[in-house]
Nanobody, 125 residues
Framework: QVQLVESGGGLVQAGGSLRLSCAAS????????MGWFRQAPGKEREFVSV????????RHADSVKGRFTISRDNEKNTVYLQMTNLKPEDTAVYYC??????????????????WGQGTQVTVSS
């Protein structure tokens, strides 16, 4: 079955950086767009970033543009989220998702076929 395993979360001060990783198995990784979403306490899960199957197209939420970068390594079946200049409002559980193959670079949660278990990112002020 499909497995997505996130890692790299933690506690960081405002202005700091973290790099999240998501290792995928049980799917043809290079056939799927991959995305990152996040969910803060008391809030709905929201889109952060998405990358298409080849890595040639990326999209980011306005709140993270210029600070976060999504990338992928199809040889390693891994997608990354480099987060810089972190802010307290970035505090959330971050989830990696594998998109339904019908979608090129989806930004809606219901367009994703599988999810990881999440990794906590906490940014202190």
């Amino acid at each position: 079955q499909v497995q997505l395993v996130e890692s790299g979360g933690g506690l960081v001060q405002a202005g700091g950086s973290l790099r999240l990783s998501c290792a995928a198995s049980g799917l043809t990784f290079s056939s799927h767009a991959m995305g990152w979403f996040r969910q803060a306490p008391g809030k709905e899960r929201e889109f952060v970033s998405v990358i298409n199957w080849s890595g040639g197209t990326t999209r980011h939420a306005d709140s993270v543009k210029g600070r976060f970068t999504i990338s992928r390594d199809n040889e390693k079946n891994t997608v990354y989220l480099q987060m810089t200049n972190l802010k307290p409002e970035d505090t959330a559980v971050y989830y990696c998702g594998a998109a339904d193959e019908r979608y090129v670079d989806p930004m809606r949660g219901n367009e994703y076929a599988a999810w990881g278990q999440g990794t906590q990112v906490t940014v202190s002020s």
